[in-house]
């Protein structure tokens, strides 16, 4: 692999010479690269290469550097898990169970490649992995449903994270794009967000523990507790939820708002496009609105 000197057959482990054609994956042979392609074309990519991660599994590693905005991944689905057949339950307890029972009963069916894709992803539910228990564990949503996919679930979780998933229903019959969100250096692991950011670390890690158990361990979980920090992410969400309100009634309040939540988003040092965008798109609807030309150019 690319990020380590030597070169060792994907397949056998055996010293290697050879090259994937799409990617830096190293094979000893012809017939090794043809044995490993039924697995390995799920996690092919000259961008990424995924890697074990002391004490988290499995994580994502760059290959090379990376800007924001740059696509790291283009992903296909393994297996969707369609809402329809459980839609119509009458308690999210019932939800759950229907949506448990229909992936135990799907992904068994899957071309057996794809099954074993699925199979080898993780389960923090039980000892032994089960579909519904791995579905559980690494579901990404897509629209109202939930899909797996092979190498996207391999990214581990980050309150300041690198990059950002999107759901392109239109590319290809559906795509997850994965783009970074801030410059990624070659041989960094790179992390997603997988759950609300915007909270006191005592919430964010009660909420990681309880749905994906672990307790995370993120440059904002790992530094110094630091209460006006909780502080600045709890008025972040207040100002983002009650913005909705405000722009129905008054636009000069509603622009302050805008302003102060880029103010805090810069000072908790989450000032990345991603983050800032809407905000700034925001305020200048909002300044156009009064009148504010100035403030609307700024």
């Not at 119509?88 to 071309?111: F, G, K, Y």
Request: aromatic content about 8%; charged content about 20%.
């Amino acid at each position: 692999r690319s990020v380590r000197a030597k070169m060792i057959c994907l397949h056998c482990s055996e010293p290697a010479s050879k090259r994937c054609a799409k990617c830096p994956e190293s094979f000893c042979s012809r017939e090794c690269q043809v044995a490993a392609w039924p697995s390995h074309k799920f996690t092919c990519s000259a961008n990424v290469v995924v890697q074990p991660v002391e004490g988290s599994g499995m994580g994502v590693f760059a290959r090379r550097a990376f800007a924001p905005g740059d696509m790291l991944v283009r992903e296909k689905p393994l297996f969707i898990n369609s809402s329809d057949g459980w839609q119509a339950a009458r308690s999210q307890e019932e939800a759950e169970a229907m949506m448990a029972s229909q992936v135990d009963i799907q992904v068994p069916l899957l071309p057996e490649a794809r099954r074993a894709a699925v199979m080898q992803l993780a389960d923090v539910y039980s000892t032994q992995a089960t579909p519904a228990g791995i579905a559980w564990t690494n579901s990404i949503p897509v629209g109202d449903d939930g899909a797996l996919f092979a190498l996207s679930a391999r990214f581990n979780h980050s309150c300041s994270p690198s990059a950002r998933w999107c759901w392109r229903p239109d590319l290809d019959g559906g795509c997850l794009l994965i783009f970074a969100v801030r410059p990624i250096a070659a041989g960094e692991q790179i992390t997603v967000a997988y759950s609300k950011r915007f909270a006191t670390r005592e919430d964010r890690m009660r909420r990681l523990q309880e749905q994906f158990k672990f307790t995370c361990a993120c440059p904002l979980c790992s530094a110094p507790l630091d209460p006006e920090a909780d502080r600045r992410f709890v008025e972040i969400q207040r100002l983002i939820d009650a913005m909705p309100g405000a722009c129905q009634g008054d636009h000069a309040e509603a622009l302050d708002m805008s302003e102060r939540t880029l103010q805090l988003l810069v000072e908790a040092g989450l000032d990345t496009p991603i983050t800032m965008g809407p905000c700034h798109y925001e305020a200048y609807q909002l300044a156009t609105s009064i009148g504010h030309k100035a403030k609307a150019k700024d």
